[in-house]
């Protein structure tokens, strides 16, 4: 049952995201024809998939989160091009597909990343004018995405990641960088739909834990998955941390170690989110779902 309506849940934030998507046309359609490849490759969409569910779980119900849910796949599509790019991770894979840069060229996928990161903002800053009597939870929400998608969070996260090749890290060092690369951006999903929805700041607080905890999880479970996971559903090669010389949550607990803390994170967050007092079984089935991803 969960299988079959998560499909359709994913299918219809597909067409809300497709809606959303730019024209290919003038002078810059090249830069466009990669943006639109990198966003339409694949992938689970779990983030915006995350970001309107917190919505549903505190009641909201406008089309407001619409853009919202464009734009964070946009940002985290951004981070994926520039991550497979040749001074980051050079990935010649990404979701069983080329990576954007090597279908267009090195320099069209720097610019593509570029654009899709910006375009995500042009949304945001437009979201309002779908609900007008919302503009003080857009102009909060549009600030705490800004903010975790940046210095302070995902790219703050990027920068110690890349910093770290060669180098033998500590556990501290490694949530770090997971707490930022990963996490940030679940945060941003799941808070900002939660600031939509009118969530207090102690209820936001919890989210924001919850979240952190999920990112955490997530991201170990991709540490696992790099090592043990198989490279035709994963869609991408296997052992590129190891070839990237990155010490990783895995290298330094162990596989059994890390599913344990898996599974220990991913409680906990539902733990927190169901003491708020609301209901949404289908959210909570998906974070239970991450824990056990093969891809």
């Known amino acids: 049952m969960f299988d079959k309506i998560f499909i359709e849940k994913k299918e219809d934030i597909e067409r809300v995201i497709t809606r959303y998507l730019p024209k290919e046309e003038g002078y810059p359609k090249t830069v466009i024809e990669a943006m639109n490849y990198s966003v339409l490759v694949g992938g689970k969409r779990i983030r915006p998939m995350l970001l309107r569910e917190t919505y549903a779980l505190f009641g909201g119900e406008s089309l407001i989160i619409e853009p919202y849910l464009a734009a964070i796949e946009f940002i985290h599509s951004y981070s994926l091009v520039h991550d497979d790019l040749p001074a980051l991770d050079n990935d010649e894979l990404r979701r069983g597909n080329l990576t954007t840069h090597i279908k267009f060229g090195h320099a069209m996928g720097i610019l593509a990343g570029d654009a899709l990161l910006n375009y995500s903002y042009e949304i945001l800053s437009s979201a309002y004018e779908l609900s007008p009597m ?162």
Request: glycine share 8%; hydrophobic share 40%; proline share 0%.
């Open 134 to 295: 919302y503009i003080d939870r857009c102009a909060k929400a549009n600030k705490y995405i800004s903010k975790k998608a940046g210095i302070y969070g995902m790219i703050g996260g990027q920068v110690v990641d890349i910093e770290a090749v060669g180098k033998t890290l500590d556990i501290e060092s490694i949530e770090y960088i997971h707490m930022n690369k990963t996490s940030a951006l679940i945060q941003a999903a799941m808070c900002a739909g939660a600031i939509l929805a009118g969530a207090t700041v102690e209820e936001l607080n919890v989210v924001e834990e919850a979240a952190n905890k999920i990112g955490l999880a997530f991201q170990i479970q991709d540490d696992i998955l790099d090592i043990v996971g198989d490279e035709d559903k994963l869609g991408k090669a296997i052992n590129s941390d190891a070839k990237n010389q990155k010490t990783t949550y895995v290298t330094i607990k162990g596989i059994e170690e890390s599913r344990k803390d898996v599974e220990t994170l991913t409680q906990s967050a539902l733990d927190n989110l169901k003491a708020l007092g609301y209901t949404n079984d289908f959210l909570f089935a998906l974070i239970e779902k991450l824990i056990n991803r093969i891809n």
